[in-house]
């Protein structure tokens, strides 16, 4: 396991989880997008509600992580297909278990 992975034993097991599935869902992909993703994941993590819930726009978020527009589009998008996190109404959420 890489180091970035161990920072994951630290946080509470939900956020745990949820990294766990984002590795899952980016295996196939680049390792640029797998890195952006996981990067996406812990930014989300970090300024989500408590209920999971993210109130930035993509224009926000692309400007706070330094990647470009489309580069989040498809992390987005692969988290979406993965129901691990979904888009209404200018909102991201995580979905429930």
């Given at each position: ?15 745990q989880k ?41 224009k926000e ?37």
């Amino acid at each position: 396991m890489s180091a970035r992975h161990n920072i994951y034993e630290t946080r509470p097991f939900r956020e745990q989880k949820v990294m766990k599935q984002c590795i899952n869902c980016f295996a196939g992909e680049p390792d640029r997008i797998a890195e952006i993703g996981q990067a996406f994941m812990e930014y989300f993590m970090e300024n989500a509600t408590a209920d999971g819930v993210l109130f930035k726009t993509i224009k926000e978020i692309t400007t706070d992580m330094d990647i470009p527009h489309q580069t989040l589009s498809k992390v987005l998008k692969a988290l979406e297909a993965n129901r691990i996190i979904y888009r209404r109404n200018g909102i991201i959420g995580l979905w429930e278990d």
